[in-house]
């Protein structure tokens, strides 16, 4: 346990920082590592051997024998191959050795990784290459260095290449905007991003004994608690004493590899909790949220817990996501979606919110796709999850703000509201310039955006990438309509076309409630995108539109476009494939055997009543054992029905249609038995079922 006192201390004790970076390089060596970091500069390879010597001895001091390159290919986990630092000395011993060439550069076999069709599974070789910007640190006894994955041929095969790309990107026109507005010391442009992660904890006895979560992550069949969050008294209840050890220990351990965990509470569905953390430059945010993902399901481990990480592992109850905070700052400090004491004058904010306005509107189909998933598809559009219409929140002075834009006129500002509670002995304190909107998929928070629609089992790196790679082009259209002009010429125009641009892209501005279908009429009269599906958002990812737009800023080359359509696509359709495959043997196996043994003995007891008792009714036994004959007969139809089409599916090769089919008629066929098969084990008592229902998962956390 790390006392309070020794925090700061302990906080990044395992990670090869800043500080640990100041303290041990040569200062000339520190300069330049640091040139790469903030401005993206080559590194040389004198520079790397020392830094890697350097990062060894710190290294081994802290217990670590190997290290890895670690990176995160296109199955949205992380991978890791680990070499030790030992070699071979002539008199018999060892010596501990780590070079330049090893921290820089390593080989992993390319072809065993999602591809897409850009590597053949005779072309082995892939590249690994460190990542300067994002710390190495230390875990389980070896160094991991952060890297990008790339193809022999150079293409990106991870998550991280295009992510650092559309950061630059960004910077690139974000710069160029801000150094016309008037921000000439303005050098680098960072996005940041803190992302909540929303989980389960359940039993690890009771995870051990269901297929369908060790298989799928999510419960395929069950029956409804008698009890879900309909009291609402989980959201922010008092958090149980062995959940909070839990929680204590995870963040320990965060804290230990530098990771700012900073919020955690109880959520809205039994057994559901949060953590967030202090936002950070994008790339290292990515990083840290597949670390965090992978500590939580460790410590849970040692809790006797398994964590979930599914975004809708139990069915009729809120699913998990992890809702994006992006922001845009300078290197001077400026953040750009501040508004600031006078939004209507803040002209650098009103641009590039402009700019994000523009980016949603104009590119919802490929930032829908950026947060699908067979998994994230469950969980959008109710239980607080926002539906799959994107729009923007922007609360009601932004409203107002934009309103005067529209008009042409001056904002003149409501100033801040003083809340008064009723009660003198509480405090006096000023509202936020906006309320939340827990429905909006994409929703301005004060200084910073909300993208509430990744999942939370997933990177969100993708969804990023997307995001940063449309606000650059907008900021570079804009900047061309600006372009040429100063002085009073130039607030002049910005405010002509801050005007156009409100005129043609306010159709995706919406303050309401988005779970109502008047929303979804609305929605369609205003032409906005409906995509319930992966297979439904798909075609936008390599539509003419998408490809210029990725490739015009380098952070997709056409090929690597198509990979990533083949790649998402066939990971939908193995996901679903993996589900009907266990929904089909629980059902042969799991719970036709329950349902088999409390029908026998149900026969039991009536024909024991009768033969004591001639004009024993026995209604209750005989409703129950009719009820259960008749779902048994039901599922075994629907079972069949899921089965042949399954057949089906698995010799359709083209991936679009498999993946619209798995969507539209197997996952139909699966929620077709799944209704029988609740039904029926809704009658079932526990003792005859060899797996633990609703009830006892979602409530046995003490």
Request: proline letters at 4%; aromatic letters at 8%.
């Amino acid at each position: 346990m790390i006392e309070a006192s020794k925090l700061t201390e302990e906080y990044g004790c395992l990670v090869f920082n800043d500080k640990v970076m100041k303290q041990r390089l040569p200062k000339d060596i520190y300069k330049a590592v640091h040139k790469t970091i903030e401005m993206g500069s080559h590194l040389e390879l004198e520079v790397a051997n020392t830094v890697a010597a350097v990062m060894k001895e710190w290294a081994v001091e802290n217990g670590a024998t190997h290290f890895t390159h670690w990176f995160q290919p296109m199955t949205g986990l992380t991978a890791e191959k680990h070499d030790s630092f030992i070699s071979p000395a002539d008199n018999g011993t060892i010596i501990m050795e780590f070079s330049g060439k090893e921290l820089v550069k390593g080989e992993p076999d390319a072809s065993s990784f999602p591809s897409g069709g850009l590597r053949a599974t005779f072309e082995a070789r892939g590249y690994t290459a460190w990542d300067p910007s994002s710390p190495a640190f230390i875990k389980d006894g070896s160094l991991y260095i952060p890297t990008a994955f790339c193809s022999y041929g150079g293409e990106a095969l991870d998550k991280k290449t295009p992510l650092l790309r559309s950061m630059e990107a960004l910077s690139r026109e974000a710069v160029k905007m801000l150094h016309l507005l008037g921000h000439e010391d303005v050098k680098r442009v960072n996005t940041t991003i803190g992302s909540e992660q929303e989980y389960f904890l359940i039993d690890k006895d009771f995870y051990k004994k269901r297929k369908d979560l060790l298989f799928t992550g999510r419960t395929l069949i069950g029956a409804p608690a008698s009890k879900g969050q309909e009291m609402e008294d989980h959201y922010f209840g008092v958090i149980k004493p062995k959940v909070s050890a839990y929680m204590h220990d995870l963040d320990e351990e965060l804290w230990k590899l530098g990771i700012p965990a900073k919020t955690k509470h109880n959520e809205v569905a039994p057994s559901q909790h949060e953590l967030a953390p202090v936002f950070e430059t994008a790339n290292i945010a990515v990083d840290h949220n597949q670390l965090t993902m992978e500590v939580m399901k460790k410590v849970a481990d040692k809790h006797n817990y398994a964590c979930l990480l599914h975004e809708k592992p139990f069915e009729g109850i809120n699913g998990s996501g992890k809702h994006n905070n992006w922001s845009v700052c300078t290197d001077t400090g400026l953040n750009l979606l501040d508004p600031g004491k006078h939004p209507g004058e803040n002209i650098p904010f009103l641009v590039f919110l402009m700019a994000v306005i523009a980016a949603v509107d104009d590119y919802a189909g490929v930032l829908r796709l950026s947060v699908a998933s067979a998994g994230n598809d469950h969980r959008l559009g109710g239980n607080e999850a926002p539906p799959a219409i994107i729009s923007i929140f922007v609360g009601d002075e932004l409203a107002e703000v934009l309103k005067a834009v529209e008009a042409g006129t001056a904002y003149e500002g409501s100033g801040k509201v003083q809340m008064a509670m009723g009660a003198q002995v509480l405090p006096h304190f000023t509202k936020d310039n906006t309320d939340r909107n827990r429905t909006s998929p994409f929703a301005f928070t004060g200084n910073k955006f909300e993208f509430r629609m990744p999942g939370s089992a997933v990177s969100v790196a993708n969804a990023n990438i997307v995001l940063n790679t449309a606000v650059a082009e907008e900021v570079a259209r804009l900047y061309e309509k600006l372009e040429g002009y100063s002085g009073d010429e130039l607030k002049e125009k910005i405010a002509e076309v801050l005007k156009e641009e409100l005129a043609a892209h306010k159709r995706v501005l919406f303050n309401g409630n988005g779970y109502t279908e008047e929303w979804v009429a609305e929605a369609e009269k205003r032409g906005l995108l409906n995509l319930k599906s992966l297979p439904d958002a798909m075609p936008h990812w390599i539509s003419d539109k998408s490809i210029e737009l990725f490739t015009k800023h380098g952070i997709f080359t056409k090929e690597e476009i198509f990979s990533r359509y083949e790649i998402l696509l066939e990971n939908y359709s193995k996901s679903i494939h993996i589900e009907s495959l266990t929904m089909q043997e629980m059902i042969r196996k799991d719970l036709t055997e329950g349902l088999v043994a409390y029908q026998k003995d149900l026969t039991k007891e009536i024909l024991q009543k009768k033969s004591v008792l001639e004009s024993a009714d026995c209604a209750l036994e005989t409703g129950v054992l009719k009820t259960l004959d008749e779902q048994g007969a039901n599922m075994c139809k629907a079972l069949a029905k899921l089965a042949e089409d399954t057949k089906t599916a698995e010799g359709m090769t083209e991936v679009l249609e498999t993946a619209a089919y798995y969507q539209k008629t197997i996952l139909a066929d699966m929620d077709e038995l799944r209704k029988y098969a609740d039904t029926a084990e809704a009658l079932i008592p526990d003792k005859y079922l060899s797996y633990p229902t609703y009830g006892q998962m979602l409530f046995s956390l003490r």
